[in-house]
């Protein structure tokens, strides 16, 4: 296939996941009212605090397994795959099985700690079998992002949050459990999910013990848990210390505005689930720096455009009215500058994962942590010394400077171990026009104004990627 059907073939991959991201997300939404109008805000509290430390157990349980599995899978032929397979699962299981085991042990002694009164040693170690029942779905999972089985990965993961949403309803409408009812909701889901995948592991699984296999793999994944846990730190740090330094008035505001910049985060998750198969699946070809390039650029184009959406009319959605509701309070519209600055972070973070490409070709992910791990601290320094000066515009710009950091380290780093002809002065024209046009756009302060921005912009990234394409 030419450069320009694999492109074409990224860019459906993309919306596909897209898609299905949109409909899960949507379904899970659903559960929002719900939550609110059964649960007391207590309950909901110690939910929302629980999952939040899940997201921490997850990347320790991975280990690494999912991406060293894609890695060195696609060095192999169809028939040796299994090995691999079989060793990141057995891996993946092992270190799933101890920690589950350890969270379930030590339960009475970490509700104590994190002072969970209402949910206690059975939240805890529901949430230790939701976290192994994950653990178990990963790497099939990934073998089919590897095997471009989109299908059957959307239905798995529509299926996971349809059967969230019906076990919810049920316990907390019919057994009226209350919060531990979310949580034996969340554990029922991931246990059919996990036996879903029964199938691709016993097709894919292929047991032979190779101990240098094993420990190349070790090294290739133990490098991203601190990268995974940087950035959950990048993305979480600014509101304890807001928090410290202001008000909760203030953390209130800048969170809900914050949420608003988050369809550009998912246009980066959507886009990296179809960008780590597709660059691991090219990495021989003579032209693939070349092709990978072209695939920055592009990437840019529309990121660029969703930026420009983004700043340019999510203002005028979040004051609109759904019958007789604002979609944000007017309390909150204070804080709307939040959404552009926080959306460009995003957007770096987004070059970060395009980047990122060339340490998983050359299996140098030690270099991965070094790049989170520093725009991590920065997050940190920047939210200590720019809210005291900015408030939570401060938190805003210290997170946007953060994954810039993150995204110019990975880039300096990629020189190295794989270069790529990176066309910097289309993306900077890209960057340019959206950035001006959403300047002009805002300062119009009309409907008119931001619809002649809109279309400047997507005109003016249409006619440099006319003029440039040839070059890239």
Request: net charge positive; glycine share 10%; hydrophobic share 60%.
């Amino acid at each position: 296939m030419d450069s320009r059907g694999q492109l074409h073939r990224l860019a459906g991959d993309t919306l596909v996941y897209g898609v299905t991201t949109a409909v899960v997300r949507a379904l899970n939404f659903f559960l929002t009212p719900l939550y609110t109008n059964v649960l007391s805000p207590a309950e909901l509290g110690e939910v929302s605090y629980l999952y939040a430390l899940l997201a921490f157990v997850n990347v320790v349980l991975n280990l690494g397994w999912e991406s060293a599995y894609m890695r060195f899978a696609v060095e192999r032929q169809r028939e040796e795959q299994g090995e691999v397979f079989a060793l990141a699962w057995v891996g993946m299981a092992v270190n799933a099985g101890i920690l589950g085991a350890v969270l379930w042990v030590l339960a009475p002694v970490l509700g104590r700690m994190l002072r969970l009164e209402l949910l206690g040693t059975p939240g805890i170690r529901l949430a230790a079998a939701i976290a192994v029942c994950d653990a178990l779905a990963v790497v099939p999972l990934a073998h089919l992002r590897l095997q471009r089985r989109l299908g059957l990965f959307s239905a798995l993961r529509l299926g996971n949050a349809a059967v969230t949403v019906a076990a919810t309803l049920f316990f907390l409408l019919v057994l009226r459990w209350g919060a531990l009812g979310v949580l034996w909701a969340g554990l029922i889901a991931s246990a059919v999910t996990a036996g879903a995948t029964a199938p691709i592991l016993q097709r894919n699984f292929r047991w032979r013990w190779d101990g240098e296999l094993w420990r190349e793999m070790l090294r290739y994944g133990l490098p991203l848990v601190p990268t995974a846990l940087s950035n959950i730190v990048l993305q979480v740090a600014d509101r304890p210390i807001l928090m410290a330094l202001t008000d909760a008035h203030s953390v209130g505001i800048y969170q809900a505005n914050y949420r608003l910049a988050l369809p550009m985060l998912m246009f980066v998750v959507v886009f990296e689930y179809a960008w780590r198969p597709f660059f691991l699946e090219q990495l021989q070809r003579a032209d693939a720096p070349r092709l990978f390039a072209r695939v920055f650029a592009l990437w840019n184009a529309v990121a660029a455009c969703v930026f420009a959406a983004l700043a340019l009319w999510m203002p005028v959605l979040a004051q609109a009215r759904l019958g007789g509701v604002y979609v944000l309070h007017p309390a909150y519209w204070e804080g709307l500058g939040v959404v552009p600055i926080v959306a460009a972070g995003y957007g770096a973070y987004g070059i970060y994962v395009l980047a990122a490409a060339a340490a998983h070709i050359r299996k140098r992910t030690e270099r991965l942590p070094i790049a989170m791990g520093a725009a991590a601290g920065v997050n940190v320094v920047l939210t200590l010394l720019l809210v005291p000066q900015l408030g939570y515009i401060g938190a805003a710009w210290a997170t946007a400077g953060a994954y810039l950091v993150a995204a110019a380290l990975i880039v300096v780093m990629s020189r190295r171990l794989y270069p790529v002809p990176y066309p910097w002065g289309t993306v900077a024209g890209f960057w340019g026009v959206v950035l001006l046009a959403a300047v002009l756009g805002g300062q119009g302060e009309t409907l008119v104004a931001r619809l002649l921005a809109s279309l400047g912009a997507g005109l003016g990234v249409g006619l440099w990627w006319g003029v440039r394409r040839q070059s890239v």
